[in-house]
């Protein structure tokens, strides 16, 4: 079993910065894949971006590649998303999720190809 919880969420004025921590009890992460999702109020958990057990491969949603970065430390069993350039389309809860299975890169935009999922941390970026 693997307990997620994310902190670093916050409100923030459009342009500005923030960077959310993943950490994980119970196990290492090293040997999942993780990812990042968001749901605004009223719309449907969204992909954000994900890196795989190596961290040399990442993947991003269109909306947010070139603002946002994943990274992982394995070594603190913790994963960050650094987040540039907010918007205020960018406010919701921020999720992270691992999933443990071998990585196939067509599924990994889906929710339900995640095992574990933290209880979010709420993003506000006002305008």
């Known amino acids: 079993q693997v307990q997620l919880v994310e902190s670093g969420g916050g409100l923030v004025q459009a342009g500005g910065s923030l960077r959310l921590s993943c950490a994980a009890s119970?196990?290492?992460?090293?040997?999942?894949?993780m990812g990042w999702f968001r749901q605004a109020p009223g719309k449907e958990r969204e992909f954000v971006a994900a890196?795989?057990?190596?961290?040399?491969?990442?993947y991003y949603s269109d909306s947010v590649k070139g603002r946002f970065t994943i990274s992982r430390d394995n070594a603190k069993t913790t994963v960050y998303l650094q987040m540039n350039s907010l918007r205020p389309e960018d406010t919701a809860v921020y999720y992270c999720?691992?999933?443990?299975?071998?990585?196939?890169?067509?599924?990994?935009?889906?929710?339900?190809?995640?095992?574990?999922w933290g209880q979010g941390t709420q993003v506000t970026v006002s305008s």
């Open positions: 999720a691992a999933d443990g299975k071998a990585a196939v890169a067509a599924l990994i935009r889906r929710t339900g190809r995640y095992d574990y």
């Open positions: 119970g196990r290492t992460l090293s040997t999942y894949t």
């Open positions: 890196v795989l057990r190596s961290a040399g491969t990442t």
